[in-house]
């Protein structure tokens, strides 16, 4: 080998040396100088949120379409039949029981009952009259028979008790005539009563079905129509699955289902109506067509904001609601198919656990088995966990 390629050999060791030397000195500071170099435990270990399961009165309503309709309806019906002489209300006006609403014309009902009394005042002229041959009567057979009896005729004593007999019979007759005649009086004075027409119930008069001058009857129907605006009812159909819930509810509590149940309404414009309703009572079928109960409750409507016939949203919930174990909504998944949460145990593993859940609301969920107050379940990063991997607890969604 010429000394040209020693020099040229010698001068690639020394390249390759130095390449070497970079090379480990760079890995050094890379692994050694503080960047650690991956580790399998670190890398596969997944990072999660975690929330305590806690207990709070979680109260979500269960919502019905409700119909508004009167306690109380009624159409104003004559009782006679006459011309209508006055109109006393407006229209659409509330009213009050009692207060005057229409007047038909009495001429001849006074009539009636002028001619009623005279036939009052007549029969009882002639029971006076009968009375009087009845007791005339009386003292002539008293004197026959305590006369000596060669002082009298048997004809004279049997004509005396013919005529007690005959006046006491007419006396009968007069006072007959008298209960008739009262009989009378008293329906012409019924007449004349009914001459004014006045409101049974409190509510809000509708339209005037006749008007002044207009001849009105029984059977021509009615006059006007009173609803009663204040309370009213709301009813809404129960499906039977709910109507299970809220008795075994009730019977575990040992109480009715209407005083475990609070009933509050929406409004068509999507507010909440101010008050409250009290449970009337349920129908006492079940619907064959829809598998629903109506349930009736009864709402103060001073304002008049609900007006029968209209629809509203009935929402009903716990009247006294007790704690139960909530957790997120989202900490709920499935494993084929069961559902349930991933535990996060203290040692920084995690478990699958089946769970049963009810109601949710507010990205909320009751959990009725299978967790109880206390217990930390995974609420983010549930899709990358196994049984019993371990993980790493970052933060993430607040649980309150």
Known sequence: MGAGSKIV?????????????AAGWFLHDFWGGGVKAPSRSVSQVPSVAVGEVVAECFNPPEEFIGHVEPVQ????LPQIEG????????????????????????????????????????AKSKVVQAE????????????LRAADARGITQTELDAAETGLASDQAALGSAKAAVSQAEAKLAAT???????????????RIGKTLRHVGDYVSPSKGALARIVQTDPVRVCFPLTDRAYLGWSRNADARGAKVGDTRRLRLRLAD???????????????????????????????????????????????DEADP????????????????????????????????????????NGKVHVE??????????????????????????????FK
């Open 9 to 21: 050999g010698a001068l690639a060791q020394a390249c390759g040396l130095a390449a070497a030397l």
């Open 73 to 76: 309806e009624v159409d104003i």
């Open 83 to 122: 011309y209508v002489k006055e109109v006393k209300f407006a229209e659409g006006d509330e009213v009050k029981a009692g207060d005057l609403l229409f007047v038909i014309d009495d001429e001849r009902y006074a009539a009636d009952q002028g001619v009623a009394q005279a036939e009052v005042s007549a």
């Open 132 to 143: 009087a041959a009845v007791d005339r009567d009386e003292r002539l057979l008293r004197r």
């Open 189 to 203: 004075g019924f007449n004349l009563k009914h001459t004014k027409i006045y409101a049974p119930i409190a509510g």
């Open 270 to 316: 999507g507010t909440i109506y101010p008050a409250t309703g009290t449970w009337e009572f349920t129908d006492n079928e079940m619907s064959a067509e829809t598998a629903t109960l109506i349930v009736r409750a009864q709402f103060a409507n001073p304002a008049r904001a609900l007006v029968p016939n209209a629809y509203v949203t009935v929402l009903a």
């Open 322 to 361: 007790q704690p139960v174990p909530v957790i997120p909504a989202m900490a709920v998944t499935k494993q084929g198919k069961a559902t349930g949460v991933w535990l996060y145990a203290e040692d920084g593993t995690v478990s699958f656990r089946e769970v049963k859940t009810s109601l949710r609301m």
């Open 369 to 398: 088995e299978g967790l109880k107050p206390g217990e930390r379940v995974v609420v983010q990063g549930v899709q990358k966990l196994g049984e019993g991997l371990k993980v790493n607890v970052v933060p993430g969604t607040v």
